[in-house]
């Protein structure tokens, strides 16, 4: 198997450096368990070598990636102790680093409050240190927040400086990023040809760097502001470009999303049966692995689709665990779309 090769291969040295590389390959590959197990190894190569900076790199990665495979808690406990020994050993850098990664984790789980001042000290200790990465990172993350509180200009405002600050660093993986949240923000200011270019420009950096975690997401989302302007056929082209790629890295939040998109594909092509069954199959594939967020967008579908079939009831129950599962976590921005689409169906 691919993870237990990368893993017998790593065995044999003890070259942190070497370690840390293949790990952030992996990580940038969406192999969860190989990268884990590498920043696993780099960690303990690095206490050997006694360098502490390193040690709290790689305790930092390892907690990213337990956290794209939402285990919360190792993956707090591990940011944890990253700042602990940054702060110990004076390392301030990697000290900011791991804040930014705990604020990641709080978002993760919903804890967008808790997020927040997160962010505001990983921006204020990276521009203290002049990193314009992690001053990049600091204000996408802030950014996301924003958009789900509802302050969309804000969040583009963000979103447009992290990009500044990612170009001067030269890291083109978070710069993709970025142009995943501007495209995001752009669709629901309804600014459709700006969001499939920010859309298309994260994917060209994507198929570069050969990043499929962040393809699978990009492609998805170029789909919605394709549906605006009726160019359906590419939009059904990127939607099945996404389900492969997040075939690849297992990830089933974007697979519950390509089957959202397929059944309100076929609410809009009257075809009613084939969209309760995708949307049955986008939830099954939410339950225990995707977010809140997540589901709400399939119940939000859900209701939409109960209301084309005039089943007022149902529908009105729909929009209702919608407005739930968003406010749960804290998106009061959906939350308030939800429960205008339940007042209009009401009047």
């Keep these: 198997m691919v993870d237990a090769a990368v893993t017998r291969r790593a065995a044999g040295t003890h070259d942190a450096h070497g370690l840390s590389e293949r790990a952030a390959q992996e990580e940038g590959l969406g192999r969860w368990d190989a990268a884990a197990r590498l920043y696993a190894l780099t960690f303990r190569a690095s206490v050997m070598d006694r360098d502490l900076g390193a040690a709290a790199d790689a305790l930092r990665g390892q907690a990213r990636v337990r956290n794209h495979q939402r285990r919360h808690e ?183 999303d390509v089957e959202r998109f397929r059944g309100m594909l076929a609410r809009m092509e009257g075809r009613a049966a084939d969209a309760d069954l995708h949307l049955a199959r986008a939830l099954a594939m939410a339950e225990g692995e995707g977010t809140g967020f997540v589901r709400g967008g399939i119940f939000w579908e859900f209701a939409r689709l109960r209301a084309h079939q005039d089943r007022p009831g149902e529908a009105r129950g729909f929009y209702g665990r919608a407005a739930a599962a968003f406010g749960a976590v804290g998106a009061r921005y959906y939350e308030q779309a939800v429960t205008g689409e339940l007042e209009a169906l009401a009047r």
Aim: some cysteine.
């Design 74 to 256: 190792e993956a707090e406990e591990l940011a944890l102790l990253s700042l602990e020994i940054a702060e110990r050993n004076g390392l301030p850098q990697a000290a900011a680093r791991a804040v930014n990664v705990l604020g990641v984790i709080r978002h993760s789980t919903g804890d967008w409050a808790g997020a927040r001042p997160l962010y505001a000290q990983a921006l204020n200790l990276a521009l203290d240190l002049g990193d314009d990465d992690l001053a990049g990172l600091a204000c996408q993350n802030a950014g996301v927040v924003a958009h789900l509180r509802g302050e969309l200009y804000d969040a583009r405002t963000l979103y447009l400086e992290s990009i500044g600050s990612f170009v001067r660093s030269g890291n083109s993986v978070n710069c993709m990023n970025a142009y995943h949240n501007l495209g995001i923000v752009s669709v629901y200011l309804g600014e459709w040809l700006e969001a499939e270019v920010f859309f298309s420009r994260g994917i060209e950096i994507g198929e570069r760097t050969s990043n499929a975690p962040g393809l699978a997401r990009l492609y998805m989302n170029r789909s919605h502001p394709l549906i605006q302007v009726a160019e359906l056929s590419r939009a059904i082209a990127t939607v099945n470009r996404a389900e492969e790629e997040a075939r690849i890295v297992e990830d089933r939040a974007t697979l519950a």
